[in-house]
């Protein structure tokens, strides 16, 4: 047991609740990672794949009912609702403690207690916070100790503060009725129940690093983002980084692991991954903001990635890493779906049953994931632990729109840039929902993650815009136009870091834009088209903007813009300007 007084006491007080047969503090330790895993092996809870073509790597299967996070089954529990704001759902704070104590009551008899004690962020950092985790799953052990820093570093970090996040964990009865992940902001606390599912339990994830960090960054004056970190290295060695937000399906880790095109390679050009997912920014002492990588791993979703798609993500999974629900081959080691290689004459699904390419099945769940440490990735930038953090440059919204939004369009200052996000948007593909092109606003990406009131997440941005000395250039791309035909215009991959290369020259002042109603657009002739097939021509079109399509638009960000009840006039005011502009077009 460690010597935290705050800790111990909560422990002791969850451990009464709960009544777990045994308690086992993480210490981090080599020697603990293999008796855990063992003993996971030995009880089925993971099969131990091929240790020469997939060494260190695990294999787990959750129950067919819990495979997603469960976004209505996820609560931001306050005093007032006004608190968790019209887009969360609300549970006031002392109802939901009594709804779940009920559950957790009893949960973990005949079960092992485990305290993990972890960091969000590089160890000792002024950005980083401790966490604890209780957890009745060995398979949560395993994957928070790729995803975080965790166990006795975590616990010298915190040292004798009571500063630091609780988390409660169990997988209950894994019964969907009975599963709830509930948030308590103003408690510093999370209480997960009923789910063995990666986002639903591994605690510093998004219910940490976003919810509850999103709460923390307006109270202490900081921004937990969903949001990449990337840097872009030219041929004189200069780095700078960006971050960027996307909706789920808009090629977030591909942009984050991107692999320059042949050209750019020659030229001495070179992109370093800092994080795929999250990043907590701060302002830092020279006026800048600065952006850290709060986890320590990749939770990726497995199909789609293959060597033509991701070719780092996938040699990022080779070893130590824990895969989840994809299909398992006799040799045992691992296939999905879109993998780039032939399916296996039989395997055995994410359910656990005989699979053959005839079945008419996915022999992986469309959902499932490997979790390996981000260190291994070859395109890890060498500054993805530095605790100051990385400087950031620009900073790049984007969705997936078939006709509206352009290429790539620069906002004209902070305050309209913090519209365009707000209003930024997606249109669903078949894959999705079945229903195509249905337009889906996702402000900041972070309609699923904002731990309070979403009106007062826009104020944040606004005020922290007044805060930042030198703040980044806000950005807006859309590589998903396509042409009559349906057929994506832009290559994409690889060559997105063209359009890269003019965000970062417009930073730089040295490139012009033209104004357009909408944002700064680029100049044709300042994008390098060399080694594409697309024309100056064909780059006009991708750059245009279409007056009927915009009127649309404008129109259809009111009655999104309708849903805040606590719309900053800042917002009201660049819609209004906006609207004015698309309608002397």
């Given at each position: 047991?460690?010597?935290?007084?705050?800790?111990?006491?909560?422990?002791?007080?969850?451990?009464?609740?709960?009544?777990?047969?045994?308690?086992?503090?993480?210490?981090?330790s080599e020697e603990e990672r293999e008796r855990l895993t063992k003993q996971a092996v030995s009880t089925g809870e993971m099969i131990e794949l091929n240790q020469e073509k997939l060494p260190g790597c695990l294999y787990h299967?959750?129950?067919?009912?819990?495979?997603?996070?469960?976004?209505?089954?996820?609560?931001?529990?306050?005093?007032?609702?006004?608190?968790?704001?019209?887009?969360?759902?609300?549970?006031?704070?002392?109802?939901?403690?009594?709804?779940?104590?009920?559950?957790?009551?009893?949960?973990?008899?005949?079960?092992?207690?485990?305290?993990?004690?972890?960091?969000?962020?590089?160890?000792?950092?002024?950005?980083?916070?401790?966490?604890?985790?209780?957890?009745?799953?060995?398979?949560?052990?395993?994957?928070?100790?790729?995803?975080?820093?965790?166990?006795?570093?975590?616990?010298?970090?915190?040292?004798?503060?009571?500063?630091?996040?609780?988390?409660?964990?169990?997988?209950?009865?894994?019964?969907?009725?009975?599963?709830?992940?509930?948030?308590?902001?103003?408690?510093?606390?999370?209480?997960?129940?009923?789910?063995?599912?990666?986002?639903?339990?591994?605690?510093?994830?998004?219910?940490?690093?976003?919810?509850?960090?999103?709460?923390?960054?307006?109270?202490?004056?900081?921004?937990?983002?969903?949001?990449?970190?990337?840097?872009?290295?030219?041929?004189?060695?200069?780095?700078?980084?960006?971050?960027?937000?996307?909706?789920?399906?808009?090629?977030?880790?591909?942009?984050?692991?991107?692999?320059?095109?042949?050209?750019?390679?020659?030229?001495?050009?070179?992109?370093?991954?800092?994080?795929?997912?999250?990043?907590?920014?701060?302002?830092?002492?020279?006026?800048?903001?600065?952006?850290?990588?709060?986890?320590?791993?990749?939770?990726?979703?497995?199909?789609?990635?293959?060597?033509?798609?991701?070719?780092?993500?996938?040699?990022?999974?080779?070893?130590?890493?824990?895969?989840?629900?994809?299909?398992?081959?006799?040799?045992?080691?691992?296939?999905?779906?879109?993998?780039?290689?032939?399916?296996?004459?039989?395997?055995?699904?994410?359910?656990?049953?005989?699979?053959?390419?005839?079945?008419?099945?996915?022999?992986?769940?469309?959902?499932?994931?490997?979790?390996?440490?981000?260190?291994?990735?070859?395109?890890?930038?060498?500054?993805?632990?530095?605790?100051?953090?990385?400087?950031?440059?620009?900073?790049?919204?984007?969705?997936?729109?078939?006709?509206?939004?352009?290429?790539?369009?620069?906002?004209?200052?902070?305050?309209?840039?913090?519209?365009?996000?707000?209003?930024?948007?997606?249109?669903?593909?078949?894959?999705?929902?079945?229903?195509?092109?249905?337009?889906?606003?996702?402000?900041?990406?972070?309609?699923?993650?904002?731990?309070?009131?979403?009106?007062?997440?826009?104020?944040?941005?606004?005020?922290?815009?007044?805060?930042?000395?030198?703040?980044?250039?806000?950005?807006?791309?859309?590589?998903?136009?396509?042409?009559?035909?349906?057929?994506?215009?832009?290559?994409?991959?690889?060559?997105?870091?063209?359009?890269?290369?003019?965000?970062?020259?417009?930073?730089?002042?040295?490139?012009?834009?033209?104004?357009?109603?909408?944002?700064?657009?680029?100049?044709?002739?300042?994008?390098?088209?060399?080694?594409?097939?697309?024309?100056?021509?064909?780059?006009?079109?991708?750059?245009?903007?279409?007056?009927?399509?915009?009127?649309?638009?404008?129109?259809?960000?009111?009655?999104?813009?309708?849903?805040?009840?606590?719309?900053?006039?800042?917002?009201?005011?660049?819609?209004?300007?906006?609207?004015?502009?698309?309608?002397?077009?």
């Amino acid at each position: 047991m460690y010597n935290n007084i705050y800790v111990n006491e909560w422990v002791e007080q969850m451990a009464a609740m709960t009544k777990p047969d045994s308690i086992v503090w993480i210490d981090g330790s080599e020697e603990e990672r293999e008796r855990l895993t063992k003993q996971a092996v030995s009880t089925g809870e993971m099969i131990e794949l091929n240790q020469e073509k997939l060494p260190g790597c695990l294999y787990h299967r959750t129950a067919e009912n819990d495979v997603a996070r469960v976004e209505h089954l996820t609560f931001i529990c306050t005093s007032r609702k006004e608190d968790a704001g019209p887009t969360n759902n609300w549970m006031e704070k002392s109802a939901a403690y009594a709804k779940l104590g009920t559950l957790f009551n009893g949960c973990m008899k005949g079960r092992t207690m485990y305290v993990i004690p972890y960091i969000m962020g590089p160890a000792f950092s002024e950005f980083s916070k401790v966490g604890i985790e209780i957890t009745d799953s060995i398979y949560v052990v395993l994957n928070m100790r790729i995803m975080t820093r965790m166990g006795k570093i975590a616990m010298d970090m915190l040292g004798d503060s009571p500063d630091f996040v609780k988390g409660l964990h169990s997988k209950g009865e894994l019964d969907p009725e009975k599963r709830f992940i509930c948030h308590f902001p103003e408690d510093n606390a999370i209480w997960s129940i009923g789910s063995g599912y990666g986002g639903n339990v591994l605690l510093g994830k998004k219910c940490f690093a976003l919810r509850i960090a999103s709460w923390l960054g307006r109270k202490e004056g900081w921004m937990a983002e969903h949001m990449l970190i990337l840097g872009i290295q030219d041929p004189t060695g200069n780095i700078q980084y960006v971050t960027a937000a996307f909706p789920s399906a808009c090629g977030k880790t591909n942009l984050a692991m991107l692999i320059p095109p042949e050209k750019y390679r020659k030229m001495g050009y070179k992109v370093w991954t800092v994080g795929d997912d999250i990043a907590w920014l701060r302002i830092g002492p020279d006026g800048r903001l600065w952006a850290v990588n709060p986890e320590s791993g990749f939770f990726g979703v497995a199909p789609g990635t293959s060597m033509k798609s991701n070719p780092n993500a996938l040699l990022t999974c080779q070893k130590n890493t824990i895969f989840t629900n994809v299909a398992l081959t006799p040799e045992k080691t691992v296939w999905w779906e879109s993998m780039g290689v032939p399916a296996p004459e039989h395997a055995t699904d994410w359910k656990g049953q005989p699979w053959t390419p005839d079945s008419g099945t996915k022999a992986a769940h469309p959902n499932s994931r490997f979790t390996a440490p981000a260190k291994q990735c070859p395109c890890i930038s060498s500054e993805w632990e530095n605790p100051a953090g990385v400087p950031v440059t620009a900073m790049i919204f984007g969705g997936r729109r078939a006709k509206v939004a352009p290429l790539v369009y620069q906002s004209f200052s902070w305050e309209h840039g913090v519209f365009v996000g707000a209003t930024m948007a997606s249109e669903t593909t078949a894959a999705a929902t079945g229903a195509v092109g249905v337009v889906r606003r996702d402000p900041m990406a972070m309609l699923p993650f904002c731990g309070y009131n979403m009106g007062e997440y826009f104020s944040h941005w606004l005020e922290m815009g007044k805060k930042i000395p030198n703040p980044p250039k806000i950005f807006n791309v859309n590589w998903f136009r396509v042409d009559d035909e349906g057929h994506f215009i832009w290559p994409g991959f690889g060559d997105n870091l063209r359009v890269l290369l003019w965000i970062l020259a417009r930073c730089n002042g040295k490139v012009d834009a033209v104004e357009s109603p909408i944002g700064y657009l680029p100049k044709p002739e300042d994008i390098d088209l060399e080694g594409t097939d697309i024309t100056p021509e064909v780059l006009k079109g991708l750059l245009s903007i279409d007056k009927e399509a915009w009127t649309q638009e404008v129109e259809d960000q009111k009655a999104h813009l309708a849903r805040f009840e606590k719309l900053p006039e800042e917002i009201k005011k660049e819609y209004e300007a906006l609207a004015a502009r698309v309608a002397a077009m």
